[in-house]
């Protein structure tokens, strides 16, 4: 079975930083890990899920959504099977439930991704 596992969530002063992972595991996925484009999505109470990044499946492309340009950095280590969100400059509107996500795909829609992590949370205080 298939298995997704955020961590790193937690709460921050504005301005201040943290790094999520999403670590791989179980079935056949983990083996085929590099096969896969990885995203982060987030939920804020009472919003849909929105895309945040995402990564090819060799780390060589990124794309960001545009409120977080400049401030996140997503990065993957296929030896370790793990996804990474570095978030600086937080900000209050970041607060939300952080998912990552696979996908044979390299896409921002969440509809095309297969796999989800239980999700973290990140709260940004003023």
């Known amino acids: 079975q298939v298995q997704l596992v955020e961590s790193g969530g937690g709460s921050v002063q504005a301005g201040g930083s943290l790094r999520l992972s999403c670590a791989a595991s179980g079935g056949t996925f983990s083996t085929f890990f590099s096969r896969n484009a990885m995203g982060w999505f987030r939920q804020a109470p009472g919003k849909e899920r929105g895309f945040v990044a995402a990564v090819t499946r060799s780390g060589g492309t990124t794309m960001y959504a545009d409120s977080v340009k400049g401030r996140f950095t997503i990065s993957r280590d296929n030896s370790r099977n793990t996804v990474y969100l570095q978030m600086n400059n937080l900000e209050p509107e970041d607060t939300a439930v952080y998912y990552c996500?696979?996908?044979?795909?390299?896409?921002?829609?969440?509809?095309?991704?297969?796999?989800w992590g239980q999700g973290t949370q990140v709260t940004v205080s003023s």
């Open positions: 996500a696979s996908s044979y795909y390299y896409h921002t829609d969440p509809s095309e991704y297969q796999y």
